[in-house]
């Protein structure tokens, strides 16, 4: 059975905290780093995250993209799955913004897929200095 533990300040390493009269969140786009020794479960759990990240609004909902409100804040982008020194990383652009609801939605998602894929790992922060090695591409099958 697939164990997943999170860095429990994981996005106060991602960046600020807001001042409290913008509300509760960060000065960041999440960059999420997965340290685990099963790479191709954890790519496939980040690989099914991804398009569930891209629909997450700023309240925390996931949203239909073709019917939700065009002003309705959600990401502009989510990388690959990347290769680093330190794991995998899966990087969120929300425009330099992460309010709260977003966030811990975003950590949830990551979570469930990397459970659904069967991956143990541990989620934290990619550090400052994160060096993309590569894209992760599951290995080829035999057939």
């Known amino acids: 059975m697939a164990k997943v533990t999170t860095a429990p300040d994981i996005f106060d390493q991602m960046g600020e905290r807001w001042e409290d009269e913008l509300g509760e969140g960060w000065e960041t786009s999440p960059h999420f780093l997965i340290v685990t020794e099963d790479a191709d479960k954890a790519a496939a759990g980040l690989q099914a995250a991804s398009p569930r990240l891209f629909r997450v609004n700023g309240r925390g909902q996931e949203v239909d993209l073709a019917t939700h409100d065009p002003n309705d804040y ?10 680093t020194s330190e794991g995998l990383v ?3 652009d929300t425009k330099g913004d ?4 977003m966030a811990d939605t975003m950590l949830r998602i990551v979570v469930e897929e990397l459970l659904a894929a069967d991956a143990s790992a ?3 922060a990619a550090p400052a200095d994160w060096e993309v090695l590569g894209t992760y591409a599951p290995a080829a099958s035999g057939n």
């Not at 502009?76 to 990347?82: A, F, P, R």
């Open 74 to 83: 959600t990401p502009n982008w989510v990388s690959d799955v990347y290769i």
């Open 90 to 92: 899966i990087y969120v």
């Open 98 to 101: 992460l309010p709260k609801g």
């Open 122 to 124: 541990h989620v934290t």
